[in-house]
């Protein structure tokens, strides 16, 4: 890239951090938090006990190293001191696992790893772990019968559902996914027990995808848009459509109302029986960036509202819900940025969920 569509880009940026500066200071419904302490894109959050909690992260490509690195972060946000505070590493880095939580237990699945030899692409792996935020320790479990990065998990009765992902295509002996490879979206579906630490197929997600979120309303688990192809935005597309899966009879249906906005990389969370749904990525021929679309899906109605706007677009970030407020941590205001200019983002919020209801 030439030093004059370096300066363009650079200036373009100053001037994008300039103008939303004055935007900053809004008013509820959003609330300034404290920002994460190493910002960082491909984090995942996830809320326990009252408290945030942000894991992953990754480095981005440098001349030096053309390979991206898995952070590994562990960090807890506390809402009622807003501060935070640093935790074990994970014993595997990876980056764009799947998180679930039960009974105050933190459960992680899946991922990607970074390749053995210097250069760059994405290895999937199938690792378990449950952390236990108590004591700040980490558990193995029974590795993933599906090994898989980018997918998503709920909670329903006790066990955990790990659904869709990608990885690389079968026949394939090479483990590493690059952008212009013969990797694809995957539909496993598998239920894990945490009781027996054990796991077993289930139904697979009618639409194979990843980068999706699931949540789990009255028995019922909905997974949301995400992207249909590879797991890269680049040579992927994203999609709309919502599916419910139900345990008790390990069936799926297609009726549920599409999002109103079609996106990848997205956080979703539960409140009141609503499931919110915030951020996230797009790309196509004509443009690339992040989402500052916040929308609700009540399953009792079978439609979505448009609620007020987050400050900033925001993709490959940290969101969950604890308490009465949907945290948005970390990640990028873009999908795709020149190497050098990742824009880790330090400036967090929360959304006041309550205001949704009146």
């Given at each position: 890239?030439?030093?004059?569509?370096?300066?363009?880009?650079?200036?373009?940026?100053?001037?994008?951090?300039?103008?939303?500066?004055a935007?900053?200071?809004?008013t509820a419904?959003y609330?300034?938090?404290?920002?994460?302490?190493?910002?960082?894109?491909?984090?995942?959050?996830i809320?326990?006990?009252?408290?945030v909690?942000?894991?992953?992260?990754?480095?981005?490509?440098?001349?030096?190293?053309?390979?991206?690195?898995?952070?590994?972060?562990?960090?807890?946000?506390d809402p009622?001191?807003?501060?935070?505070?640093?935790?074990?590493?994970m014993?595997?880095?990876?980056?764009?696992?799947?998180?679930?939580?039960?009974?105050?237990?933190?459960?992680?699945?899946?991922g990607?790893?970074?390749?053995?030899?210097?250069?760059?692409g994405w290895?999937?792996?199938?690792?378990?772990?449950?952390?236990d935020?108590?004591?700040?320790?980490?558990?193995?479990?029974?590795?993933?019968?599906?090994?898989?990065?980018?997918?998503?998990?709920?909670?329903?009765?006790?066990?955990?559902?790990?659904?869709?992902?990608?990885?690389?295509?079968?026949?394939?002996?090479?483990?590493?996914?690059?952008?212009?490879g013969?990797?694809?979206?995957?539909?496993?579906?598998?239920?894990?027990?945490?009781?027996?630490?054990?796991?077993?197929?289930?139904?697979?997600?009618?639409?194979?995808?990843?980068?999706t979120?699931?949540?789990?309303?009255?028995?019922?688990i909905?997974?949301?848009?995400?992207?249909?192809?590879?797991?890269?935005?680049?040579?992927?597309?994203?999609?709309?459509?919502?599916?419910?899966?139900?345990?008790?009879?390990?069936?799926w249906?297609?009726?549920?109302a599409?999002?109103?906005?079609?996106?990848?990389?997205?956080?979703?969370?539960?409140?009141?029986g609503?499931?919110?749904?915030?951020g996230?990525?797009?790309r196509?021929?004509?443009?690339?960036?992040?989402?500052?679309?916040?929308?609700?899906?009540?399953?009792?109605?079978?439609?979505?509202?448009s609620?007020?706007?987050?400050?900033?677009?925001?993709?490959?970030?940290?969101?969950?819900?604890?308490?009465?407020?949907?945290?948005?941590?970390?990640?990028?205001?873009?999908?795709?940025?020149?190497?050098?200019?990742?824009l880790g983002?330090?400036?967090?919020?929360a959304?006041?969920?309550?205001?949704?209801?009146?």
């Open positions: 890239m030439s030093r004059w569509r370096q300066g363009r880009i650079l200036a373009a940026l100053l001037m994008f951090t300039a103008c939303s500066t935007v900053w200071a809004q419904p609330h300034k938090v404290a920002p994460f302490p190493e910002p960082a894109e491909e984090v995942l959050g809320g326990a006990n009252g408290k909690y942000v894991f992953a992260g990754l480095d981005e490509v440098t001349p030096t190293e053309p390979r991206q690195i898995p952070k590994g972060l562990v960090y807890e946000y009622a001191r807003d501060a935070w505070t640093k935790k074990k590493k014993p595997v880095p990876a980056h764009h696992i799947a998180l679930a939580e039960l009974n105050g237990k933190i459960y992680v699945f899946g990607f790893k970074a390749p053995d030899e210097k250069k760059f290895v999937p792996i199938n690792n378990s772990w449950e952390y935020p108590g004591q700040d320790s980490w558990k193995a479990l029974k590795a993933m019968p599906t090994t898989r990065g980018s997918a998503a998990a709920a909670v329903v009765e006790g066990k955990i559902y790990v659904i869709g992902g990608g990885g690389q295509a079968s026949g394939v002996a090479d483990p590493v996914l690059v952008p212009d013969s990797n694809r979206s995957l539909s496993a579906n598998e239920e894990y027990d945490p009781a027996s630490d054990s796991w077993r197929e289930r139904a697979p997600l009618p639409t194979a995808r990843n980068h979120a699931a949540a789990a309303v009255n028995g019922k909905y997974v949301i848009g995400g992207r249909i192809g590879a797991p890269f935005i680049g040579t992927s597309r994203n999609t709309d459509i919502v599916e419910t899966y139900d345990p008790a009879t390990d069936r249906s297609v009726g549920a599409f999002m109103p906005t079609a996106r990848s990389g997205h956080a979703a969370g539960v409140y009141k609503r499931i919110f749904v915030a996230g990525e797009q196509d021929r004509r443009m690339v960036g992040g989402y500052i679309t916040m929308e609700a899906y009540d399953p009792a109605t079978n439609s979505w509202n609620l007020p706007s987050m400050t900033w677009p925001r993709g490959g970030f940290a969101g969950a819900i604890a308490g009465n407020r949907f945290y948005m941590m970390g990640g990028t205001v873009q999908a795709i940025i020149p190497p050098g200019m990742d983002m330090s400036l967090d919020e959304y006041d969920l309550d205001s949704a209801f009146k």
